[in-house]
Every structure is written in C-alpha cells, then in structure tokens.
C-alpha cells in the first residue's frame, strides 16, 4: 500500500470516529434537554396542584365558616364542605384517566418524541 492511501484511510478513520463522537455528544445534549423539560413540566404540575389543593381547601374552611356565621350551624357548614370535599374526590377518582394520564401522557410524548431536526435548524 501506498502513503497517501494509509494516509486517506488514516484520515478517513479520524473523520468517521469525530462523526460519531460528535452524534455521541449531540444524543447527550438531547437527553439532557428532553429530561430538564420533563423535569421542568413535573415541577410545575407538582406547584400547580399544590396551590390548587391549597385554594380549595381555603375555599372550603371560607365556606364552612360563613355557614356557620350566616345560619348559626357550624357542624351543618363542616358538614356541607366535608360533602363538597367527598365529590370532589369521588369525580376525581373516575375520572382520573381522562383528565390526568392522557394530559401527561400528551406533553411527555411531545417532549420525548419531538422531531430532532426542528430543533437544529
């Protein structure tokens, strides 16, 4: 063999292993890109909840007390709230699949499966 074709072979061997090295670092950088966002997206399910569970709860203590004050039955307005609390939770149950499986199930499956070469250009 000659050289120069050593050489190109030599060359071409540096270029093929910068290429996938390169594909290597970009399948990283995606990773860590889709996991940040996934991350990102439970955070803030997690806060949302959170507050909403707060602002219910606030709702109904609000509630039960202007029960109380307004017709002098404190138990009947725990009672009502309670009630309100048990509905709230049984619609929850049954519909728990609808409303929260297929809304997480949408964005992790966008962010996961979002085409790469959108991104690039």
Do not use: C, P
């Amino acid at each position: 063999m000659s050289k120069s074709l050593k050489k190109n072979i030599s060359k071409i061997n540096n270029s093929a292993k910068e290429y996938f090295q390169t594909k290597v670092d970009l399948l990283k950088l995606s990773f860590l890109e889709k996991s940040t966002r996934l991350v990102a997206f439970l955070i803030n399910i997690w806060v949302l909840i959170s507050l909403l569970i707060w602002i219910l709860g606030f709702a109904v203590a609000a509630f039960a007390i202007w029960y109380g004050k307004t017709y002098d039955n404190f138990t009947a307005g725990l009672l009502i709230a309670s009630g309100l609390m048990l509905l709230i939770a049984f619609l929850f149950i049954v519909f728990r699949k609808n409303m929260v499986t297929t809304m997480v199930l949408q964005h992790f499956s966008k962010i996961i499966l979002e085409d790469e070469n959108n991104e690039i250009l």
